[in-house]
């Protein structure tokens, strides 16, 4: 995978809270001195919030559709 | 059903979500029903209730926060009531207030619900190919493995691969949004 994707899996780690204590440590470290890399962890937080809701919706159309399956 | 079934209709409900949902919505859906009427509500306020039960059921299987000690239906059939009884207080405080001049300044601007739609948005921006992997893994908590199998992909980890171009796509997408809600 090219740099940037191993960041993003890097930081999904962070934020699984599945990475070693030694990698944990180094993310912490970078996170303190790098505002690009803040941005970037605050940006990833809000995709997956945007996933989060999207798949609400969606699901909620299933269930509508089972809905007018079974009842409608 | 037992405890052990349960958790079978866990795994179930993540690997074929539909038939598993149309089974569990044919088993409750009626209890409910007959419930939230016989409460002073309406099919509509039935199906509502029931529809937001099945979703934090759902979400709980997901991140694996539910240890059901009962079946399915009357774990849902628990949470349908409290939510039924909850809205009626709810609708119960709302008429003692409706005598009230209302002041045009609290009217709801629907600023609120603004945020939510446009994420929302982003993701349907990302093309479908790309919505429904990221939406199958992180929200369906579907395997990589199934992923991979019904969008073409020869290998776990291509899938893998194309998981996070997605996700650093839609990452790129609400970055701006990131710059407001979280300034350093």
């Known amino acids: 995978m090219r740099p940037e994707l191993e960041e993003v899996q890097l930081l999904e780690s962070y934020l699984r809270g599945t990475l070693s204590e030694e990698q944990r440590i180094e993310v912490n470290v970078r996170l303190l001195w790098n505002p690009d890399w803040q941005q970037k962890l605050a940006a990833q937080k809000l995709a997956y919030q945007a996933l989060r809701l999207a798949g609400r919706q969606q699901l909620r159309r299933e269930l509508d559709a089972i809905y007018l399956r079974l009842f409608g | ?184």
């Open chain 2, 1 to 184: 059903m037992n405890a052990t079934q349960s958790l079978s209709m866990a795994v179930d409900l993540l690997t074929d979500r539909d038939y598993t949902m149309e089974r569990i919505y044919a088993k409750t859906y009626p209890m409910v029903r007959h419930y939230v009427r016989e409460h002073g509500g309406s099919e509509e306020d039935a199906k509502d209730v029931f529809h937001e039960a099945m979703i934090i059921y759902y979400e709980k299987t997901v991140q694996q926060q539910l240890v059901l000690t009962s079946s399915v239906s009357t774990y849902l059939m628990g949470i349908c009531k409290n939510r039924w009884h909850q809205e009626l207080e709810k609708r119960s405080r709302n008429a003692e207030l409706v005598d009230n001049p209302v002041d045009p300044i609290w009217e709801e601007s629907g600023m609120e619900e603004q945020p939510a739609l446009n994420l929302m948005t982003f993701v349907d921006q990302l093309g479908e190919t790309c919505k429904s992997i990221l939406i199958s893994f992180y929200y369906f908590g579907q395997r990589l493995e199934q992923i991979a199998q019904q969008h073409g992909y020869q290998t776990v980890r291509s899938a893998t691969v194309q998981k996070f171009k997605c996700l650093e796509r839609l990452r790129k997408a609400v970055s701006h949004l990131s710059i407001d809600h979280f300034k350093p």
